[in-house]
Nanobody
């Protein structure tokens, strides 16, 4: 099927920046939309940003103007540039892909997550 592996998380001071990456691998026929979700302890997982195959993007209000989602379709890689980080951005960030494996029907795939910790 399709595997998603996130990287780039870590500890950063408030006001700093991080760049998350998500590499898709496996027997991939195509990938449509991709997105980043996050989940803090005791909270529901929420959509942070997504990008469709045409390059259109959308962001949750809390990160607008600070985060930028992008993708390299040739490499099947998704990115999230996070600037001006705040302590409330602390969460596990998950990569999501709407993908079609070779020989299988299209469905949603998830990575295992990467932890982002923002200190004040």
């Amino acid at each position: 099927q399709v595997q998603l592996v996130e990287s780039g998380g870590g500890l950063v001071q408030a006001g700093g920046s991080l760049r998350l990456s998500c590499a898709a691998s496996g027997s991939i026929f195509s990938i449509n939309a991709m997105g980043w979700y996050r989940q803090a302890p005791g909270k529901q997982r929420e959509l942070v940003a997504f990008i469709n195959s045409g390059g259109s993007t959308n962001y949750v209000d809390a990160v607008k103007g600070r985060f930028t989602i992008s993708r390299d379709s040739a490499k099947n890689t998704l990115y999230l540039q996070m600037n001006s980080l705040k302590p409330e951005d602390t969460a596990v960030y998950y990569c999501n892909a709407d993908a079609t494996p070779r020989g299988y029907y299209r469905r949603d795939y998830w990575g295992k997550g990467t932890l982002v910790t923002v200190s004040s």
